[in-house]
């Protein structure tokens, strides 16, 4: 008894035994050694199918001493090629598994460079842009292009804007405005504008200067402020249109003494006068008989008021848009006589009030 290896499957057996156990071989009285390489093979075969040497127990008829040898059964596919089967498709699958991970990955990373690409086209951010173009090399020619004209568009516009800051003029902010109208900066733009047409204003610090600030800003951040200084303004200050008729009725009122024009006087004073020349509740006859008395003197020739430029205008608010006005300034009595007085010149230091209707309500005159 001797152990051979089975010429189907190769599974080591005892020669005597009747079939493989693995793969049900024929196997006792079946088998012959070649003598020369040691090949275990079928009798019924001429020679080794290893070496080729002659079977010198090989009879035409298939028999081995006479002895009729029946061709062996069809082999059995061994049990462990189907282990085999099982590892390719483990492979195959593991290929297919791998490929798909693999496309998986790349639709993520593209599907992650698109989201990448929209966002940072909305941003006004030079880092932003710069980053986009070092994290994604390998994307889409497309997005890379238009990245990186976002890129030199945003760098110019911070350029000019560091520019701008440097200037700090009104000229400078528009002319950036102009250029950049949709630019992240324009609301600090109309803030700094803002500023400093608001800083000329306070400056001049006139109804006009204001308004004018006020027109240019409507949502500006001193609208109100400016208003209200309008209203402090007009309570206050006295404009120029309101001093140049508080000093034409004045003029009027002396000019009316020079032509004895009693009708003038009438119409220059108030109904009642709080005061005048020391009389309360004066009437307008009260300025009239006081108009002759100064007329009505011995040799008196002429007689002639001259007022001095050197007006002194307050104003008082006393309802809504009414004005009273108080007005100090000097007024020259010349008068000229028929004897040895001969010319005579007189100055008084007046002080009078002008009510909102423009007419003069109170009156008095210092040497």
Not at 5 to 14: F, L
Not at 247 to 275: P, R
Request: include cysteine; charge should be negative; glycine fraction near 4%.
């Amino acid at each position: 008894m001797s152990i051979i290896k089975c010429p189907v499957c190769g599974q080591s057996v005892d020669d005597h035994t009747p079939k493989c156990p693995n793969c049900g071989t024929p196997i006792a009285g079946r088998l012959v050694k070649c003598h020369r390489c040691g090949n275990v093979y079928f009798t019924n075969l001429s020679a080794c199918p290893a070496c080729n040497e002659p079977n010198p127990n090989y009879t035409p008829n298939g028999g081995i001493g006479g002895v009729s040898q029946t061709p062996p059964p069809p082999p059995v596919p061994p049990k462990k090629n189907n282990g085999k089967m099982v590892a390719i498709v483990v492979v195959v699958l593991l290929l297919l598994f791998a490929g798909g991970f693999y496309f998986y990955q790349q639709h993520e990373k593209n599907a992650d460079e698109r989201d990448a690409y929209e966002l940072v086209m909305k941003s006004t951010s030079v880092q932003d842009l710069q980053d986009y173009l070092d994290k994604y090399p390998d994307a889409d020619p497309a997005h890379r292009e238009a990245v990186e004209q976002r890129l030199k568009e945003l760098k110019e516009l911070e350029s000019d804007w560091n520019d701008t800051l440097v200037n700090d003029s009104k000229a400078a902010y528009l002319a950036f405005l102009d250029k950049h109208p949709d630019a992240p900066q324009k609301d600090i733009v109309h803030h700094k504008v803002d500023s400093i047409d608001w800083a000329e204003a306070v400056k001049l610090n006139t109804i006009d200067s204001y308004q004018d600030s006020m027109d240019e800003h409507a949502d500006g951040e001193h609208y109100d402020e400016a208003n209200d200084n309008i209203k402090t303004i007009k309570t206050t200050v006295v404009q120029d249109d309101e001093a140049k008729a508080v000093k034409l009725q004045l003029k009027e009122f002396f000019s009316a003494f020079n032509s004895q024009s009693d009708g003038a006087i009438v119409g220059s004073v108030a109904q009642v006068m709080t005061t005048f020349l020391g009389k309360s509740n004066a009437t307008s006859d009260d300025v009239t008989e006081f108009m002759h008395s100064l007329w009505n003197k011995p040799d008196l020739v002429s007689l002639n008021w001259f007022v001095k430029d050197d007006y002194d205008i307050k104003k008082k608010e006393v309802g809504d848009d009414k004005y009273d006005y108080t007005v100090t300034f000097t007024a020259i009595l010349n008068r000229r006589y028929t004897n040895a007085n001969g010319e005579t010149q007189d100055t008084y230091h007046v002080t009078a009030h002008v009510n909102p209707d423009g007419l003069i309500s109170s009156m008095e005159m210092k040497k």
